[in-house]
């Protein structure tokens, strides 16, 4: 069998891998293992390497991508689970109808959703994407369908949500959709000076707003400046020239990563003024809201042929304020930083499944050009700061966490491994569960 090069989204090295492109139902049973273990792998978006299995297969999902069955009188939408979150909300939106919780990218698809428990800025309001689940299909290797979701298979229906695709292929869904007037979005941006004042603006803005979320300059110092954004979907409907983005395009990798020093600080020094004079009200369309960066593709190429990490921690609410501090001292003084710093709350919901990342606390999320082993030494530094506030990483994002790490955020770990499909296998299970 032939072996292809696989990167994940943060392009940090390339690994062989065999290619098994799964048809529509995920064939009668799974490709022959042929002694290898096989992962399911959809559109590669985790930064990390939980979507890679070096040497091993990749059973490719996305031509598992029919829409099998639509409820509207209940709002449930069933398909196979190689659709994409975008065309899903460009076929509903129109008819009037919305996943409730998607990430900053639509180009996701919907068993990577499920994989790694994707949350959105609305935490608050709606939880995690599990929570909009209402049933799955789960093929396991040995050729066993089953049915999971709160009522059937429960313990492995949430090991399935969150369980990085561990548990077998998920190969349908069931899931409930929110209703929607038009596809535009209120929206308000708020400069704000300091952290005390952005838990001051997401505190107050729970109640009345859905979406929430901040950037910030990470270089700001210890009184970190930034732009707070909220939003609720508009009573507006959509008309003629509602419209979704346009498309850029980053068309080569250039020799060096255009993250650096300079580019940093200008960078930073000119959003932040940027959105100061545009602060206010506005009414956008929902998709440069939700997924501003999906206007560009391959953004991921400016960080240069070394490719990017991105460190994304949650930390107790408790600990937060004190914690987020810490981590901007700690990435101030190292002199690296982010073009995309997020600052946002996760609301008072336990995690939806046994490896879910999202619960209560704040979340803070920065991309880091991969610069060897100042890049590391920044991380371990990080890690210290996180493990001693009683949070955790997102796998979804990692490439390099610690073991002990996993183990202490995610305490449900082995009772996951004894629902684990044995013929499934990725780099991350092998870094952090052993294999």
């Known amino acids: 069998m032939v072996t292809t090069p696989v990167q994940s989204w943060g392009r940090v090295g390339s690994w062989p891998h065999h290619l098994a492109p799964l048809p529509h139902g995920g064939g009668k049973v799974l490709p022959a293992l042929e002694g290898r273990t096989g992962l399911a792998f959809g559109m590669g978006r985790s930064y990390g390497d939980v979507c890679l299995n070096p040497e091993g297969l990749l059973w490719l999902t996305r031509g598992m991508d029919r829409l099998i069955h639509w409820d509207e009188a209940a709002g449930r939408l069933t398909c196979e689970a190689g659709v994409l ?41 709606f939880g995690s994407f599990g ?24 313990e492995l229906f949430l090991a399935t949500l969150g369980g990085l695709g561990l548990t077998g292929v998920v190969l349908e869904a069931t899931l409930h959709l929110r209703r929607v007037e038009g596809p535009w979005v209120d929206a308000e941006d708020l400069p704000f000076k300091g952290l005390d004042a952005f838990f001051e603006l997401a505190d107050a803005s729970e109640a009345g707003w859905e979406h929430t979320v901040a950037w910030i300059d990470c270089l700001s110092g210890a009184d970190v400046r930034g ?24 068309p080569v990798t250039p020799p060096v990563s255009l993250v650096n020093r300079l580019s940093l600080k200008a960078f930073n020094t000119a959003y932040y003024a940027l959105g100061s004079r545009r602060a206010g009200r506005r009414r956008v369309h929902f998709e440069p809201f939700f997924y501003p960066l999906d206007s560009i593709e391959h953004w991921n190429r400016m960080y240069g042929p070394a490719g990017f990490y991105q460190y994304q921690c949650v930390l107790p609410r408790a600990a937060g304020r004190q914690g987020v501090a810490e981590l901007l001292a700690e990435i101030g003084r190292s002199g690296q930083g982010s073009f995309l710093a997020v600052l946002k709350t996760f609301g008072d919901r336990p995690p939806c499944g046994l490896l879910s ?62 629902l684990r499909d044995p013929g499934i296998d990725s780099a991350f299970a092998r870094r952090m569960m052993g294999h």
């Open 131 to 154: 929570d909009q689940l209402i049933s799955l299909e789960l093929l396991r290797t040995n050729g066993t369908r089953l049915r999971c979701s709160r009522d059937e298979h429960r």
């Open 227 to 250: 732009i707070f954004s909220r939003g609720n979907m508009s009573p507006e409907p959509a008309d003629a020239g509602a419209r979704g983005q346009r498309r850029r395009s980053m």
């Open 357 to 418: 990342f999202p619960r209560p606390g704040v979340t803070l999320a920065l991309d880091f050009p991969a610069q060897g082993a100042a890049t590391h030494a920044l991380f371990e530094r990080l890690d210290r700061v996180v493990m001693a506030a009683g949070g955790t990483l997102y796998p979804a994002k990692d490439g390099r966490m610690p073991r002990a790490m996993f183990e202490q955020g995610y305490p449900a770990w082995q009772s996951f491994q004894a």
């Open 85 to 125: 979150l975008r065309d899903i909300q460009r076929l509903m939106v129109p008819r009037g109808w919305m996943l409730p919780v998607t990430p900053g990218t639509q180009l996701v698809t919907v068993g990577g959703a499920i994989a790694n428990d994707v949350h959105g800025k609305n935490h608050h309001r």
